[in-house]
C-alpha cells in the first residue's frame, strides 16, 4: 500500500522559516493533487496551500506571500516552506496527498500532523 511520513515541525521564532515535508512511498503510479492543512487548538482544521497536478496552487489568505508549496516527482515528496512565520501559524500541519496506486486505485491519504510553535 502506500503511506505518508511527515517531517520537519518544531519550535521557531517569529520571523523564522521552516520547511515540512511529506514522502510518500508505496505503491505509488502517481500523485494527483496535493495540500497542506492545519489545525489550531480548538479551531477546524483548514486549508493552508494545494498544488494541483497542473501544477495550479491555491494558497489561504493568510499565509498568501509567506508560505510556498512544492513537489519532488522523483522523491514522491511535497514540500511546504514557511517563511516570516508569525505566532498565529501555531498548529498541527498534515499533508494530503490524492493518489493513483499501481492497481489504479484511487486513495486520499493524510499524514500523521507535525507540530509546528511559533514563539519567542
Known amino acids: 500500500q502506500v503511506q505518508l511520513v511527515e517531517s520537519g515541525g518544531g519550535l521557531v521564532q517569529p520571523g523564522g522559516s521552516l520547511r515540512l515535508s511529506c514522502a510518500a512511498s508505496?505503491?505509488?503510479?502517481?500523485?494527483?493533487?496535493m495540500g497542506w492543512y492545519r489545525q489550531a487548538p480548538g479551531k477546524d482544521r483548514g486549508l493552508v496551500a494545494a498544488?494541483?497536478?497542473?501544477?495550479?496552487?491555491n494558497f489561504a489568505d493568510s499565509v498568501k506571500g509567506r508560505f510556498s508549496i512544492s513537489r519532488d516527482n522523483a522523491k514522491n515528496t511535497v514540500y511546504l516552506q514557511m517563511n516570516s512565520l508569525k505566532p498565529e501559524d501555531t498548529a498541527v500541519y498534515y499533508c494530503?496527498?490524492?493518489?493513483?496506486?499501481?492497481?489504479?486505485?484511487?486513495?486520499?491519504?493524510w499524514g500523521q500532523g507535525t507540530l509546528v510553535t511559533v514563539s519567542s
Open positions: 498544488l494541483n497536478g497542473g501544477g495550479s496552487t
Open positions: 508505496g505503491s505509488i503510479f502517481s500523485i494527483n493533487a
Open positions: 494530503n496527498l490524492q493518489i493513483t496506486t499501481t492497481a489504479l486505485r484511487y486513495l486520499d491519504l
